[in-house]
């Protein structure tokens, strides 16, 4: 890890809101999977098709106020001090903890799903923060680390949130929902004051107009286009393999429940890995120089990864364990090829955000950001849509993986015919 990393992980100025940070992430997807994993082994146990369903509203409940609320947020954060607004925030989510332990306690659905939508509304006004704070906490020459150690841990938290949610009953896993919401409140008093650019500002409480006066100003500014278009293909990325890498084990590969974990520990340890290296990479720099190449090496692995499988032997009755799995070489390339999806995603992803945080005027980052997570959103509902029909259509899981590979050696080249000296692709700073 670089000597800057390490410093901003010992300085106040960075050290609680990225604790804070990490804490509402993993919470997030602690509660997710608890509540998932209630209804599909207990509420719904003996009916897979009422438990597919409540999934997908799950999913959909938890999306909607990333895009209604998000313009709305952006604009608050430009309004106020931004460490205050986090306290703000901290405080209403140990409030949405101690219901969300209530709703796993009395395995009620309907308080479930309202605890659900506060989560994601709870998200919506933390994400406008995520990335705006930032530039003022930290020097220019200490954002790409910055931003590098907050991917890194955002990733960490996903997976180490799902994985406790998976390995802890409902009843503990409210509990300890509770103890972190009060941890992270804590943490939240300790961040510097980050004192309004816009007190002016008066926000536009019409959700489907503010939308559309947030995203249309960053759009049409080249570099914040290009930087939010790819950040959009990142998560389309990401969910894309979080989501079929299950199917894919127990269909094409024949492996145990195990290996999904293992699979997707590869991909979020590849994830953070380039997170952190990129810093050393752009040497402090803030520039999407990288992005045609990290594309390409993105699209090479996913490739690869579609010819792994479809070049692994057939399965036979009885699911393979991960010992049983690896012992077979051809696991090992796919574990590289997750491996290298992960750093590639990584490296092409924590510049654009740093460009997202200076490209555009300092008294419009919140709602800049904010339009960013609105494209995110929109992108992975999209993405979520065209992969449902083409399964339904009759495609293969393995076949999603090759679309996914040529779509993004397409974009790849297609970046190669922007700018380089255009805003594009901002000079070095």
């Given at each position: 890890?670089?000597?800057?990393?390490?410093?901003?992980?010992?300085?106040?100025?960075?050290?609680?809101?990225?604790?804070?940070?990490?804490?509402?992430?993993?919470?997030?997807?602690?509660?997710?999977?608890?509540?998932?994993?209630?209804?599909?082994?207990?509420?719904?146990?003996?009916?897979?098709?009422a438990s597919s369903s409540y999934a997908m509203l799950a999913l959909g409940i938890y999306a909607l106020p990333h895009i209604l609320l998000a313009?709305?947020?952006?604009?608050?954060?430009?309004?106020?001090?931004?460490?205050?607004?986090?306290?703000?925030?901290?405080?209403?989510?140990?409030?949405?903890?101690?219901?969300?332990?209530?709703?796993?306690?009395?395995?009620?659905?309907?308080?479930?799903?309202?605890?659900?939508?506060?989560?994601?509304?709870?998200?919506?006004?933390?994400?406008?923060?995520?990335?705006?704070?930032?530039?003022?906490?930290?020097?220019?020459?200490?954002?790409?680390?910055?931003?590098?150690?907050?991917?890194?841990?955002?990733?960490?938290?996903?997976?180490?949130?799902?994985?406790?949610?998976?390995?802890?009953?409902?009843?503990?896993?409210?509990?300890?929902?509770?103890?972190?919401?009060?941890?992270?409140?804590?943490?939240?008093?300790?961040?510097?004051?980050?004192?309004?650019?816009?007190?002016?500002?008066?926000?536009?409480?019409?959700?489907?107009?503010?939308?559309?006066?947030?995203?249309?100003?960053?759009?049409?500014?080249?570099?914040?286009?290009?930087?939010?278009?790819?950040?959009?293909?990142?998560?389309?990325?990401?969910?894309?393999?979080?989501?079929?890498?299950?199917?894919?084990?127990?269909?094409?590969?024949?492996?145990?429940?195990?290996?999904?974990?293992?699979?997707?520990?590869?991909?979020?340890?590849?994830?953070?890995?380039?997170?952190?290296?990129v810093h050393m990479i752009m040497r402090g720099s803030i520039s999407a120089r990288l992005l045609p190449a990290a594309m390409a090496v993105l699209?090479?692995?996913?490739?690869?990864?579609?010819?792994?499988?479809?070049?692994?032997?057939?399965?036979?009755?009885?699911?393979?364990?991960?010992?049983?799995?690896?012992?077979?070489?051809?696991?090992?390339?796919?574990?590289?090829?997750?491996?290298?999806?992960?750093?590639?995603?990584?490296?092409?992803?924590?510049?654009?955000?740093?460009?997202?945080?200076?490209?555009?005027?300092?008294?419009?980052?919140?709602?800049?950001?904010?339009?960013?997570?609105?494209?995110?959103?929109?992108?992975?509902?999209?993405?979520?849509?065209?992969?449902?029909?083409?399964?339904?259509?009759?495609?293969?899981?393995?076949?999603?993986?090759?679309?996914?590979?040529?779509?993004?050696?397409?974009?790849?080249?297609?970046?190669?015919?922007?700018?380089?000296?255009?805003?594009?692709?901002?000079?070095?700073?």
């Amino acid at each position: 890890m670089a000597a800057t990393q390490l410093t901003l992980l010992k300085s106040r100025r960075f050290s609680p809101f990225m604790a804070a940070h990490f804490q509402s992430v993993f919470c997030n997807n602690l509660f997710k999977t608890s509540m998932l994993i209630l209804v599909a082994f207990s509420l719904f146990e003996d009916r897979a098709e009422a438990s597919s369903s409540y999934a997908m509203l799950a999913l959909g409940i938890y999306a909607l106020p990333h895009i209604l609320l998000a313009a709305v947020a952006g604009q608050i954060a430009d309004l106020i001090d931004k460490a205050r607004l986090v306290r703000i925030i901290k405080v209403a989510e140990l409030f949405l903890m101690l219901l969300a332990l209530l709703a796993l306690q009395l395995q009620s659905l309907p308080l479930l799903l309202a605890v659900l939508l506060g989560v994601g509304a709870k998200g919506a006004f933390l994400a406008a923060l995520e990335y705006s704070l930032l530039p003022q906490l930290l020097e220019r020459r200490e954002l790409l680390a910055g931003t590098g150690l907050m991917q890194a841990g955002a990733v960490i938290a996903v997976l180490t949130g799902q994985i406790a949610g998976g390995l802890m009953s409902h009843q503990s896993a409210g509990v300890i929902l509770v103890l972190l919401a009060a941890a992270g409140m804590g943490a939240s008093w300790l961040i510097p004051p980050a004192p309004s650019s816009r007190p002016d500002l008066r926000p536009d409480w019409n959700l489907l107009a503010a939308v559309v006066r947030v995203v249309k100003p960053p759009l049409g500014e080249r570099a914040l286009r290009t930087a939010m278009l790819g950040i959009s293909w990142f998560y389309v990325v990401g969910a894309l393999f979080t989501s079929q890498l299950a199917p894919l084990i127990r269909n094409n590969l024949g492996a145990e429940p195990e290996v999904v974990s293992a699979f997707l520990a590869m991909f979020v340890l590849g994830t953070a890995a380039g997170a952190v290296a990129v810093h050393m990479i752009m040497r402090g720099s803030i520039s999407a120089r990288l992005l045609p190449a990290a594309m390409a090496v993105l699209g090479l692995f996913t490739m690869d990864f579609w010819l792994g499988v479809s070049a692994f032997p057939p399965g036979g009755r009885d699911l393979l364990s991960f010992a049983e799995l690896v012992s077979m070489p051809p696991a090992w390339r796919l574990l590289a090829d997750l491996l290298g999806v992960g750093a590639a995603a990584s490296v092409m992803v924590v510049p654009l955000y740093g460009v997202l945080q200076t490209a555009g005027p300092v008294e419009r980052r919140g709602r800049d950001v904010a339009a960013n997570n609105i494209l995110n959103a929109v992108a992975v509902l999209l993405a979520t849509g065209l992969v449902a029909a083409a399964v339904a259509l009759g495609a293969s899981i393995p076949s999603l993986f090759l679309l996914l590979g040529l779509s993004t050696l397409a974009i790849a080249g297609g970046a190669l015919l922007l700018p380089r000296g255009g805003a594009a692709f901002p000079p070095n700073g």
